[in-house]
Nanobody
C-alpha cells in the first residue's frame, strides 16, 4: 500500500500562484500514476491531472491545462498552480493508481487527507 500526505494549501488572491506537495511512501515501486483531484463544496470530486510514476509524463483536465503543472522529485509530487481563479477553490487531494491512464476516482486506490486551497476575488 502507498501512503500519501498533501501539504501547501492556503489562501491566495485571484491571479496568484500556489504549489501543493504530495509525499508518497510505502510500496511506491507498484505505482503507475499519481493523480490530483479537487472537490469544491457541494460538488463532486474532479480530476485535475496526473503524472506517470516511471516516466514523469503528465496529463491534465482541460479546465487547468496551461495553468497547472505537475512534476515529481523523488517521492514527492508537486502541483504548481498559476493564474488561480476563484473557481479553483476546493480541497485538493492526491491519490495513487496502478493505471497509467487513470482519470476517474474509481481508478485510484489510496488517497491523502486533502489540503484546502481558497482563491479570493
Amino acid at each position: 500500500q502507498v501512503q500519501l500526505v498533501e501539504s501547501g494549501g492556503g489562501l491566495v488572491q485571484a491571479g496568484g500562484s500556489l504549489r501543493l506537495s504530495c509525499a508518497a511512501s510505502g510500496r511506491t515501486f507498484s505505482l503507475g500514476a499519481i493523480g490530483w483531484f479537487r472537490q469544491a463544496a457541494g460538488k463532486e470530486r474532479e480530476f485535475v491531472g496526473a503524472i506517470r510514476w516511471r516516466t514523469s509524463s503528465t496529463y491534465y483536465a482541460d479546465s487547468v491545462k496551461g495553468r497547472f503543472t505537475i512534476s515529481r522529485d523523488k517521492s514527492t509530487i508537486y502541483l504548481q498552480m498559476n493564474t488561480l481563479k476563484p473557481e479553483d477553490t476546493a480541497v485538493y487531494y492526491c491519490a495513487d493508481s496502478t493505471n497509467l491512464y487513470a482519470k476517474t476516482t474509481n481508478d485510484f486506490s489510496s488517497w491523502g487527507q486533502g489540503t484546502q486551497v481558497t482563491v479570493s476575488s
